[in-house]
């Protein structure tokens, strides 16, 4: 959902650029900041438009000032792009793969089997120089191949973060019909459904909130904490929703002069997801051995407090890819100095998840504190 300003510029990298907000994601702070501006010249409060906003107390209300206030907006970052996107998976994921059909450097083929082997008796041998697992955090490559050889997922700083959460994806549809305050069903849905992010402190049960994708894919997160004496599964269930979430999309009667609450309709809400995932924060002691390497979550796992999983993901892709084309191209490399390239990108890259964990699990703390 998050994708900061350097997987922006990677993505602008790889020549999706273009992409990047007319398909993939929009910067909230960036349309929260245009809100703002509009109230003001405007002199209404109709959307009340903060930038990321953390929020506390334990009333379900998403309309209400914030502590914090961050705007991800600027560019201040340094690479000259905003702060980060909120963007959609598919679109990102799509963006991708037609880069990669049209490049024509590389070839995606899904739905087969691919055999580490030496020995090839008469089936299809796949034989390559370098093998690197990017294959989520369950982790078969470093099950397979490189537990037995000491590589560990071992938890992260002394911090350990493991939760439970439920996220949720939500498609909104616009209510039909003007209301009979004069709102038009834009403005109801601006209203129910901030636009910018919102970090939600409340110390009996934190959430995060916020859309994502284009505005008019109109796709809203919400992400529960799960108690330990609930399930994941359990919590993740339509009746656990209504009263976990709902509360948040009903608003005081009183906000609008009206003797009964008002909530967004529920027949406007189409939910794409609503499950439980374990947040945790880890990462491996080592990220290859011989010619297997390990890339992604299947490396390092960040809860997702920061926004920094896909970023990581893409750095360790783009800093292992110049490496290995340089010593596939110079196979005396291979056979003399490849352990060392890997050892040196291993240094180099682990710096980044180092401490972008340590903020993330630092933001996590900060959001889930009264709980904890
Ligand atoms: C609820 C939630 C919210 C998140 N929010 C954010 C966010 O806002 N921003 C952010 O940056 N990150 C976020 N993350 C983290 C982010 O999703 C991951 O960091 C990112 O997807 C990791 O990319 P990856 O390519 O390493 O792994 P994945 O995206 O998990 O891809 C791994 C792929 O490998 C395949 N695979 C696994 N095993 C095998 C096998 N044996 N053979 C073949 N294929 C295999 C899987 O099918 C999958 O397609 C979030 C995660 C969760 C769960």
Redesign the pocket.
Known sequence: ????ED?IRLLQVVGLYSSVYTEIGTCKSAAARYFREEESRLGNKLTKAQFIGVIGGTEPVLDKPAFVEMDYGTTEGGTGHIGFI?HK?PALEKGLRDRMAALKACELRSGC??VCTTTHKGSRKDSSCFFV?????????RKQYLEPKGIIMEQAHQAFYEEV?V?LNWQIDLPSEKTQLGYTPEQVYDLFFPIDFRFICNPRRPAVCGRFGLPSDRLW?F?FFVMKDEGGDEMSKPEKIKEVVFPYIRHAGSQYDLSQDVAFPEDCIKVLRSRP?K?SARSCNRWSDGRVIL?????H??P?F????????FR?AVSIAWRLVILCNNQSLVKTVHERVLKAWYKERKQQPEKSLASTIENGRFVTEKIR
């Open positions: 959902m998050a994708l900061d997987g909120c998976q089997e691919f697992g990017a294959d989520w955090k369950t982790g078969f490559t959460w996220a997160r992400e995932f947040f890339c992604g979550d299947a490396a796992i960040f997702p920061g926004g920094q999983g896909i970023a990581s993901g360790d």
